[in-house]
């Protein structure tokens, strides 16, 4: 019985680090910008103008020990529903903005055991581009299909460095923060076991260039057991222009109870976003408590204001 397999691309980005290091890089092959004359680049950082055409060179380096046959293409990047970090589209898929203008100088090529090879990229920028950032990457896809652990899917890797064009025009930065959703498991008497609670938003993008969003959450109102605000963590290092990402993050030893509203914040580049979601959180045994001791309360203010009543009367 033969085998089929279906081909999966798995493809890995370098990230944009502000020292001048990298290239990247799977342990096996690499994808960096050329050297310039002034300074290694870890990314391609290209201004843009539209109705122009932009040439650089990349460098795909084998560390093997045996020649290496790549696919070279210009792929179109975005963020990941997941959580946030950028991938790109596949070779297969249809490129809409840097993978539609980009083409390297060849398709394929043969990088010999522990070599490297030069290779030309072009990008043509269309005279009706919109202003601000386009992102991308140029892929080196390795043409072998290795078989996945435990099935009979085969895997294809593939490695990345990122293109970041900026097309010349006005740069308008806008950030939103959408549908904004607060639960909260709490134990049923406070102080005698876990609390823990699930913020869950959207981060929009509604602006033309990148940002590095910041991300905060606090309560307005009444909070019982816990702080009123935090800095949340797991916004994406780079928010594409138009992409939005659904986040959720939980939050150990938060309020017990409260009631109010919270708000999630973000902030970048002098632009600033909110949304918000209100709450009502009082665990029914606390409240069966609250109420027990204030019927409690009450009855015995009763007794005592009848037990004043009678002595008065008596005397």
């Not at 990457?137 to 490695?159: F, I, K, N, Y």
């Not at 959180?281 to 009678?310: D, E, M, N």
Request: hydrophobic share 40%.
């Amino acid at each position: 019985m033969r085998t089929a397999f279906v081909a999966l691309l798995l493809l890995v980005l370098t990230t944009l680090s502000p020292s001048p290091a990298g290239a990247a890089d799977n342990g096996e092959w690499s994808v960096r910008p050329a050297d310039s004359a002034i300074t290694p680049r870890a990314a391609f950082e290209l201004p843009a103008q539209p109705g122009t055409t932009l040439t650089d060179r990349a460098v795909v380096t084998n560390t093997t020990a045996a020649p290496l046959t790549f696919r070279l293409y210009v792929a179109d990047a975005h963020n990941t529903e997941r959580d946030g970090g950028l991938a790109v589209r596949g070779i297969e898929e249809t490129q809409r903005d840097v993978g539609a203008w980009g083409k390297p100088e060849q398709d394929a090529i043969t990088v010999p055991a522990r070599s490297a090879v030069t290779v030309g990229i072009s990008l043509s920028i269309p005279r009706d581009a919109p202003p601000g950032d386009h992102v991308g990457a140029l892929v080196a896809v390795d043409t072998r299909v290795r078989p996945a652990d435990g099935s009979h899917l085969g895997v294809q890797r593939g490695v990345g460095a990122r293109i970041y064009l900026r097309v010349d025009g006005p740069q308008q930065p806008a950030l939103t923060v959408e549908d904004v959703q607060f639960t909260t498991r709490s134990p049923h008497l406070p102080w005698t076991g876990t609390r823990e609670s699930t913020i869950t938003y959207t981060l929009h993008n509604t602006g033309n260039v990148k940002l590095s969003p910041r991300v905060s959450l606090s309560f307005g109102g009444v909070v019982l057991g816990g702080a009123g605000e935090r800095r949340l963590a797991n916004a994406p290092a780079e928010l594409l222009p138009g992409q939005k990402v659904r986040l959720t993050e939980t939050w150990a030893g938060a309020p017990f109870a409260g009631w109010g509203r919270v708000t999630v914040t973000a902030s970048a580049d002098n632009v600033r976003g909110s949304g918000t979601d209100d709450i009502l959180q009082i665990p029914w045994l606390f409240a069966a408590c609250l109420a027990l001791l204030s019927a409690a309360w009450w009855l015995l203010r009763r007794r005592r204001a009848t037990h004043k009543a009678r002595a008065a009367a008596r005397g």
